[in-house]
């Protein structure tokens, strides 16, 4: 069955950067793409960025650019995110979701989330 | 940047009843980019509808989802006690794309 296994959780300090995996199984990797999104404590989705792993096209929300890069290893059907600069609200679940391969449309698996905590 | 907003914010109904959940758009979504997702406390969200009214592999035919432009609606005809949770609307598809709504929780009354 199609699944997506990501890393386990991560506490970091302000200013410091953190990479999650996310481990895709059960489906042809680089047909599809690969959203993130998190999930701030008590809070709501939101969108962080698309890759496809056909051809490594990335498309970033705006307000992330600059701290953000999504990147995929074709030969582990592995995708990565990497957040720098981290500050207290960037604590939250960050999930990986299955999405479309050309652009980001809906997300379908998702992973089981990651939980990544800033504080000094 | 389409705004989503849902609407209520809570319902409260019982097992058997009907839920009606609303997600309104700040401007016109194009072709009924349109998903609805259900999340339940601890867990990663799952895909219901896509493209507005699509339902998504292995899920009951008690949810339907409708509408286009800029109004968006998710009915689940008879809630099962495993129906309550909370749940999202998201648009794709625009530039910049994939907003979501704030969310509305089903709760048991």
């Known amino acids: 069955q199609v699944q997506l296994v990501q890393s386990g959780a991560e506490v970091k300090k302000p200013g410091a950067s953190v990479k999650v995996s996310c481990k895709a199984s059960g489906y042809t990797f680089t047909s599809y793409g690969i959203s993130w999104v998190r999930q701030a404590p008590g809070q709501g989705l939101e969108w962080m960025g698309w890759i496809s792993a056909y051809n490594g096209n990335t498309n970033y929300a705006q307000k992330l650019q600059g701290r953000v890069t999504m990147t995929t290893d074709t030969s582990t059907s592995t995708a990565y995110m990497e957040l720098r600069s981290l500050r207290s609200d960037d604590t939250a679940v960050y999930y990986c979701a299955r999405d479309y391969i050309l652009e980001s449309r809906w997300f379908d698996p998702w992973g089981q989330g990651t939980l990544v905590t800033v504080s000094s | 940047e389409i705004v989503l907003t849902q609407s209520p914010g809570t319902l409260s109904l019982s097992p058997g009843e009907r839920a009606t959940l609303s997600c309104r758009a700040s401007q016109s979504v194009s072709s009924s980019y349109l998903a609805w997702y259900q999340q339940k406390p601890g867990q990663a969200p799952r895909l219901l509808i896509y493209g507005a009214s699509s339902r998504a592999t292995g899920i009951p035919d008690r949810f339907s989802g409708s509408g286009s432009g800029t109004d968006f609606t998710l009915t689940i005809s008879r809630l099962e006690p495993e129906d309550f949770a909370v749940y999202y609307c998201?648009?794709?598809?625009?530039?910049?794309?994939?907003?979501f709504g704030q969310g509305t929780k089903l709760e048991i009354k």
């Open positions: 998201q648009q794709y598809g625009s530039s910049p794309p994939n907003t």
